[in-house]
């Protein structure tokens, strides 16, 4: 997944100038979850519609999606209010890993790094099962 935004994000007016499909769009103020109101405006779109369980493919999907529109996440870096601009990694780690870590290859890094984006990793547990709920 791939968020961009900040407080004082023209969000709308840098969607209408650029060829972008988010997936969400919301704006500072808007409402949110359990009665909270939006800090700040944004919007996500899918950059991979890899499985958590497969990083690689996520990786190699990211690689080639910001060699495909390195245009336009450029001008993202340097649009006014674009405070926050990173790829999310979700990542599920198998049950019973001690200390789970996340490796990003160099050429995902370098790519990244080259416009000014960043890289974050959300981790995930897997659900238990119900027998493993249960014991059985």
Known sequence: ???????????????????????????R???RRYGKLRTW?????VASE???????????DV??????????????VAYPGAEFTSFDFGVEILSGTPIPSVYFPPDLVKAAGHIGLGLQASIYWPLSTSNEATGA
Do not use: C, N, Y
């Open 50 to 60: 890899a499985e958590f369980t497969d990083l690689d493919r996520q990786v190699q």
């Open 29 to 31: 103020g808007e409402p």
């Open 63 to 76: 690689i080639g999606f910001i060699q495909k529109h390195a245009a336009w996440l450029e001008a993202l």
């Open 41 to 45: 405006s944004g919007f996500t779109l």
């Open 1 to 27: 997944m791939f968020t961009a935004g900040g407080d004082a994000f023209a969000v709308d007016e840098f969607l209408l100038a650029h060829t972008v499909a988010p997936k969400d769009v919301w704006h």
